[in-house]
């Protein structure tokens, strides 16, 4: 009885409001019971809501459902900035560098280099994610494809109806 009110509740509040739901792009799942066999399920049950000012205040407006980890709902990401809006890249630093020896060489000589210079903590920081930056794109040039193409078949697997969850 309680749950049949909440969701009236809901439905009510959201009529009042006049309230939308945003066309979600990404897993077409947002949840699943984690169960197998004949009981397992998915729906789309997350979604987020607009009101018409807010979707004129904010035209390009996209949403996201990422992929169910560690949890049986997917995380939805809202992203208001316009898509033509040139940003300055930001540097990510690769966990697999690490393994790679001339990673450590580039990071030991280019802040050796900097030493003498009295140059802030920021500014080395800066040079440093320079050269690494360049350096993967000449060592690893496929991998922002390598890493768009995983993406794109875990979001196939988990818009599947075949995935199952081991208890």
Not at 42 to 59: C, F, H, I, N
Request: charge should be positive.
């Amino acid at each position: 009885m309680t749950e049949h009110f909440r969701l009236t509740a809901f439905r009510d509040f959201h009529h009042a409001c006049s309230l939308m739901n945003l066309e979600c792009k990404g897993c077409a799942f947002t949840w699943t019971n984690r169960r197998g066999g004949d009981e397992f399920v998915k729906k789309g049950l997350d979604t987020a809501l607009y009101s018409m000012e807010w979707r004129v205040a904010y035209p390009n407006v996209e949403v996201m459902a990422l992929p169910a980890i560690g949890s049986n709902h997917s995380p939805l990401v809202l992203s208001i900035s316009p898509k033509n809006e040139r940003r300055r890249k930001i540097f990510r630093y690769e966990a697999f560098w690490i393994e790679d020896e001339e990673c450590w060489c580039i990071m030991k000589r280019v802040w050796s280099n900097l030493e003498p210079l009295g140059r802030s903590i920021v500014e080395k920081l800066n040079l440093v994610a320079k050269e690494l930056s360049e350096w993967s794109k000449k060592g690893f040039p496929n991998a922002q494809k390598r890493i768009l193409w995983l993406k794109n078949e875990l979001q196939t697997l988990m818009n599947s109806l075949e995935i199952h969850y081991d208890s």
